[in-house]
């Protein structure tokens, strides 16, 4: 099945600093959502832009989303240790299709 | 309110074995997902179950099948078990438009000898 890439691979950076992971898609979409991970276990739910948003802001979380270019970003600001998990973007291509997942980012927050 | 809720959380399966795992979905939520996510990889879709009835289907075999109870709650069977079956399998809860979030469980983690 089609997937979002995410980019980079693996992220990381110093405590306080920026974070930024993009994502590519490629056919269009109903909306893309960004999700965390932590260790392997459930994710979490971050935030979810529809195809008419071109960005949206959830705490210290902004997204944008290009559909030109099929592509979004994810910037967590003044990173923190606990920032530190896999994240991934996914799209619905319709309002009935499931969610297809890119292989994620590891970001490593470091103290 | 309980989120969505997995069970096993581990569960070790040898070769040529069946197992079932299940989950709970958040509660109001009608529609449930159950994806496969190998290591280092992202979670990919199986299959999504809603009224009772598989609804849409992942590119896997016939050998992943499932269930709905009319309580939303979801299992998700797999036979004669193969190595490449060991992964995180997850559950995800939704309403019925899936353009809308999904609450996933924790996963129960299952590991095939």
């Known amino acids: 099945s089609q997937q979002g890439e995410e980019d980079p691979q693996a992220l990381s950076i110093q405590e306080g600093e920026n974070a930024t992971m993009n994502c590519s898609y490629k056919?269009?979409?109903?909306?893309l959502q960004w999700y965390r991970q932590n260790s392997g276990r459930g994710l979490v739910h971050l935030i979810l832009?529809?195809?008419?948003?071109r960005e949206k802001h959830s705490g210290r979380l902004r997204v944008t989303l290009d559909t030109s270019k099929k592509s979004s970003s994810l910037l967590i600001t003044a990173s923190r240790a606990a920032d530190t998990a896999s994240y991934f973007c996914a799209t619905a291509y319709s309002g009935n299709t499931p969610l297809v997942f890119g292989k994620g980012t590891r970001l490593s927050v470091i103290a | 309110d309980a989120g969505v809720t997995q069970s096993p959380t581990h569960l070790i399966k040898t070769r040529g074995q069946q197992v079932t795992l299940r989950c709970s979905p958040k509660?109001?939520?009608?529609?449930v997902s159950w994806y496969q996510q190998a290591l280092g990889q992202g979670p990919q879709f199986i299959f999504q179950?809603?009224?009772?009835?598989?609804?849409q289907r992942g590119n896997f075999p016939d050998r992943f099948s499932g269930h709905q109870y009319p309580n939303y709650s979801s299992e998700l069977n797999v036979n004669a078990l193969l190595l490449g079956d060991s992964a995180l399998y997850l559950c995800?809860?939704?309403?019925?438009?899936?353009?809308?979030?999904?609450?996933f469980g924790q996963g129960t983690r299952l590991t095939v000898v």
């Open positions: 832009i529809r195809s008419n948003e």
């Open positions: 056919t269009s979409i109903n909306n």
């Open positions: 509660s109001g939520h009608d529609t």
């Open positions: 995800a809860s939704s309403l019925v438009a899936m353009n809308t979030e999904a609450f």
């Open positions: 179950y809603y009224e009772e009835e598989e609804r």
